[in-house]
Each structure stands twice: as structure tokens, then as C-alpha cells.
């Protein structure tokens, strides 16, 4: 099992995502979004980044969908997060299980995670645009996504 980035891996931060945003739902873009910038915050303008900043990051986010869902369905599986339609298209939520599971896990790790996941679910993705900004991060320098909020 390679546990860098494997679906437990992403499976716990994505959890994390949707315990900080609970009640409110966020889409597969906004996750993916989300997990990047509580990994690499710093770049973003925010707390010291929890993995190192290598030139290469910005293939993370193309790479990622697909592990994240796999993840996401392991969520569901446990009952922690669930599926659903809105308005919008299909987006996930943490079920009220899923806070609950994130407060048992004291890892220093999980710590740094969860104070990330707070300033990026609450101070920076309500002022950016997550797909100009996924664009950008996919077609660009990895540092020159400033510019692309709102």
C-alpha cells in the first residue's frame, strides 16, 4: 500500500474538509481545491504549509480527483460523509458521525490539518473562485495563482 496520498491519506483530510464546512456541503472541486491549499497554505498566503514546496506540486491537483474519490467512498462506506444532490450538481457532507470521528484523532499531523482546514474552509475559499484558481494552479508556475479570487 503506498501510504503517501493514497485514499486513506486523502480520506482523512477530506473528512477534516467536511467536519470544518458541516453542516454545508462541498463539491469534488472544492474539495480537491481545499485539500490542496491546507497542504500547501503557505502559497496561498496562509499558515506554514504542512508538505514541503517542491516544483512539481501543481501536478498534485490534476492527480488528485480520482484518488479523492476513492476516498470519499470509503467515507461513505464508514457512514462519516454522504453523497447528495443540490442544486448544483453532487456534493458530499460530513454526516454527524464524521466531527465526531475527526475529534478522536489527536496525531500531531491531524492537529496541524484541522487548524489549516479551519483558515482555509473559513477566511480563504469564501473570497475564491475555485475553478479560475484550479485552472490557473493546473496551467501555471505553481506560485501564480494570486490574482485569482473572487
Known amino acids: 500500500?503506498?501510504?503517501l496520498n493514497s485514499p486513506l491519506?486523502?480520506?482523512v483530510r477530506a473528512l477534516v474538509l467536511l467536519s470544518e464546512s458541516h453542516p454545508d456541503a462541498l463539491d469534488l472541486a472544492q474539495l480537491a481545491l481545499l485539500d490542496?491549499?491546507?497542504l500547501h497554505s503557505e502559497e496561498f498566503d496562509g499558515p506554514p504549509s504542512l508538505h514541503p514546496d517542491l516544483p512539481a506540486r501543481s501536478g498534485e491537483l490534476g492527480l488528485k480527483r480520482t484518488v479523492l474519490e476513492q476516498a470519499l467512498l470509503v467515507?461513505?462506506?464508514a457512514g462519516l460523509a454522504e453523497l447528495e444532490a443540490d442544486g448544483t450538481?453532487?456534493?458530499?457532507?460530513a454526516t454527524e458521525r464524521g466531527p465526531a470521528f475527526v475529534?478522536?484523532?489527536?496525531?500531531?499531523y491531524v492537529l496541524r490539518l484541522r487548524e489549516r482546514a479551519e483558515w482555509a474552509v473559513h477566511q480563504w475559499a469564501p473570497d475564491?473562485?475555485?475553478?479560475?484558481t484550479t485552472r490557473s494552479l493546473l496551467?501555471?508556475?505553481?506560485?501564480?495563482?494570486?490574482?485569482?479570487r473572487g
Open 1 to 3: 500500500m503506498k501510504p
Open 9 to 11: 491519506e486523502i480520506g
Open 36 to 38: 490542496h491549499a491546507v
Open 75 to 77: 467515507l461513505i462506506r
Open 89 to 93: 450538481g453532487l456534493v458530499y457532507r
Open 103 to 108: 475529534d478522536i484523532l489527536e496525531a500531531p
Open 128 to 132: 475564491t473562485d475555485v475553478r479560475g
Open 139 to 148: 496551467a501555471a508556475h505553481p506560485s501564480s495563482c494570486e490574482g485569482h
